[in-house]
């Protein structure tokens, strides 16, 4: 394997506190040493002068949809979009065809992701088999062979029995459950979020409370149990309410927001384009602004894309009938770094840490996610001053859902480094 030497870039590392400009060593697939670097023997040279150069970010919410929805995406092309768009990890949720809730299915998306990733995929596994929220999935065994967190994602597990139970063998394992907070006789055949705009486009709602009254059962699951709950996707300033009670309380509770959640709010349906269908529906503007604050004072743990890819034919539907989800891996970064640090709201260094440090702690990943000594050299280099514009070519998912679309965005991913490995640099791939 080529040794590397990432010269001049400013390294920013929030896990180990560092913030200056200086050169990365890499040998081995590892960060061997930060500071300058005299002998470079036969290492390859990265120039990263005027390059922000940070820990490759983790994605905690990917859904890859292989095995069984290949005309969407597959692990090839989901880790590429990855890869675009700085992630050098994806976990990936288990709402294929069929779902990842046996040792079969994660045999499968490991040796699959050994042929065809370029970057890490760690797959969670289903909690209830079939994620038919009836009967829990056999945790020991599943965890035994690499399920990094237990999800019914695309679904909620509306049984809190089931749910209870699944908290006891995440305190027993110390995995999480990443936990879809819906609940569907209050969800209805809603399309969007319940509020001003749903009135005025005529459009049935979907009412905070569907997220929020789910949030408030599993945090006090929690507590009760000990296990570890992760609350995908947050989108209404109700829930925070419950999130930020539980940490009060000491329950072992996080969260992630997705960046259109902290980007758009519900006037962008307005035109009725089925880009912006999503599941939890993108909230109003209040709730934006409570997902910014929690973020910054760490109410919110950590950003995930849910990428979910969906083909043309299906979002080319009227909007009652089109799916929910949007793509998000290639866009997260430079969304978040355009809308958010450019104009002064979150500082650059906590929107890193909560892509990189704070992801890995989450799942257990550490020391992914940091550019600790020996840590794998997993790395991400950033143009924060380029500016471009999103289009069909700038995207390497299979699908083309995004809601950010002909949006004008600053912070170009220059290159993408995986154990050591250069996977993506000026727009193509190894
Ligand atoms: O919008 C969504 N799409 N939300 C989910 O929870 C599932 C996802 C999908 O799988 O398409």
Known sequence: MTNLVIKNGRVLDPANGRDEVTSILVENGVVKKIGRVRDTGNAQIVDATGLLVCPGFIDLHTHLREPGREDKETIQTGTRAAAAGGFTSVCAIPNTNPVIDSQTGLKFVFARAETDACVNVFPYAAVTKG??????????????????????????????????????????FNVPIMDHCEDLSLTADGVMHEGFYSTKLGLKGIPALSESTQVARDVELAEYTGGHVHICHVSKSESLVYIRRGKERGVRVTCEATP???????????????????????????????LIEALKDSTIDCIATDHAPHTDIEKDQPLTDAPFGMIGLE??????????????????????????AAPARIVHLEPHGSLSENAPADITLINLDKEFTVDRDFLFSKSWNSPFLGMKLRGSIEATIVGGKIVFRNRAFA
């Open 131 to 172: 994620q038919a929220g009836e009967e829990i999935v056999d945790f020991g065994d599943l965890v035994y062979y690499g399920a990094r967190g237990f999800t019914d994602d695309g679904h909620p597990v509306a049984n809190a029995e089931i749910m209870r139970r699944s908290l006891e063998y995440s305190a027993m």
């Open 260 to 290: 259109h959640h902290l980007t758009l709010t519900d006037k962008c349906l307005e035109d009725y384009d089925t880009a912006f269908k999503v599941n939890p529906p993108i909230g109003c503007e209040e709730d934006r602004q409570a």
């Open 331 to 356: 866009t997260a970064s430079p969304v978040l770094y355009t809308n958010l640090v450019v104009p002064g709201l979150v500082p650059l260094e906590l929107l890193i840490e909560k892509m990189t």
